[in-house]
């Protein structure tokens, strides 16, 4: 038992020293580094098996091998001390490049559109050129149109009824008065429809109110033909542009072969369809501003269908302007 425990004290030291090799043979060539740095953090366990690769590469080459010459790490440039601080850097040439891409001046904007406008006439063919006219008639009547229902008092209505309020109480001589001097519609038609009922017998009275009611409405009507006509013709104008730009693109097709592309097919045909968006475009406000103006007339008519019968509902009382009319 004696013996045994000498020798396990043995093994023990022999098992002592090899350790102690071992830690030597790996630690021994990082104790110098160590030791030098001083202060410097100790390498961890990954450090220290990072380091002997880092050391390897940085060996001297063999014979017969071109040495590398090592890589250098990106680190940026410290700035010069003194350095001019307008001198260009990368935010100046950001704001170069965002002042390059601002929205250009109006001028050249509208010399934009006006190009775009260009190469949508070309494209579009004949057709898009007189449907290009039409649009500029249509826009000419519409403002004309309301210009006119304006000065012709199209929706002035109190003058009239004043005057017809006058009529009815006995008033015939300020009634007359009220409206005779003015220019509007309805306050035309009254006075002419006065005089008539104190100057004529009750027929004739009636048939002149009528005849003055229609010359009135038939000169309102005017110009309304014409809008009617450019809401029927324009969308058959973009269909017949479209008809013919298809026909053109198929021909083109038709000469490419073999080596037919679809974009060409593809191309002519959305070129063709701007003609009919175009005439759509022209008479959908053109059969708006006709119904509209159609109704103006319309308000007109009835208001003067009351005014008038109001006028030989009422009983007629003798008056001076009666003589006065009758004499002339």
Excluded: C, H, Y
């Amino acid at each position: 038992m004696a013996w045994t425990l000498a020798e396990m004290g043995g093994r023990a030291r022999m098992l002592g020293l090899l350790t102690a090799l071992v830690a030597w043979s790996f630690a021994g060539p990082f104790a110098g580094p160590v030791a030098a740095q001083g202060s410097a953090p100790v390498l961890t366990a990954p450090d220290a098996a990072v380091a002997p690769q880092a050391q390897g590469s940085a060996a001297a080459p063999e014979a017969g091998e071109t040495p590398v010459a090592p890589v250098a790490t990106d680190a940026p440039a410290a700035p010069e001390i003194g350095a001019d601080p307008d001198s260009a850097s990368d935010g100046d040439v950001a704001l170069t490049e965002i002042a390059q891409t601002a929205p250009a001046e109006p001028v050249s904007m509208l010399g934009g559109a006006s190009a775009r406008a260009q190469k949508f006439l070309l494209d579009g063919g004949p057709s898009i050129w007189a449907i290009a006219a039409l649009s500029v008639i249509t826009v000419a009547l519409i403002l004309w149109k309301t210009w006119r229902f304006f000065l012709s008092g199209a929706w002035s209505r109190a003058m009239s009824r004043r005057a017809i309020d006058l009529w009815e109480a006995g008033d015939s001589a300020g009634a007359l008065a009220l409206v005779e001097a003015r220019r509007g519609l309805r306050s035309r038609m009254t006075a002419a429809a006065m005089r008539a009922r104190l100057t004529l017998e009750d027929s004739a009275a009636r048939e002149e109110t009528t005849r003055v009611a229609k010359r009135l409405l038939a000169g309102q009507g005017g110009g309304l033909r014409a809008l009617e006509l450019i809401a029927t013709i324009a969308p058959l104008l973009g269909l017949l542009g479209t008809v013919l730009g298809m026909i053109a693109a198929f021909q083109a097709l038709q000469a490419a072969g073999s080596r037919a592309d679809p974009a060409l097919l593809a191309g002519g045909i959305w070129e063709a369809l701007l003609t009919t968006a175009a005439g759509m475009a022209v008479a959908i406000p053109a059969s708006a501003a006709l119904t509209w103006f159609e109704a103006v007339i319309d308000n007109i008519r009835t208001d003067m269908e009351d005014l008038a019968a109001r006028v030989f509902i009422a009983p007629l009382v003798p008056t001076d302007a009666q003589a006065r009319l009758a004499a002339q």
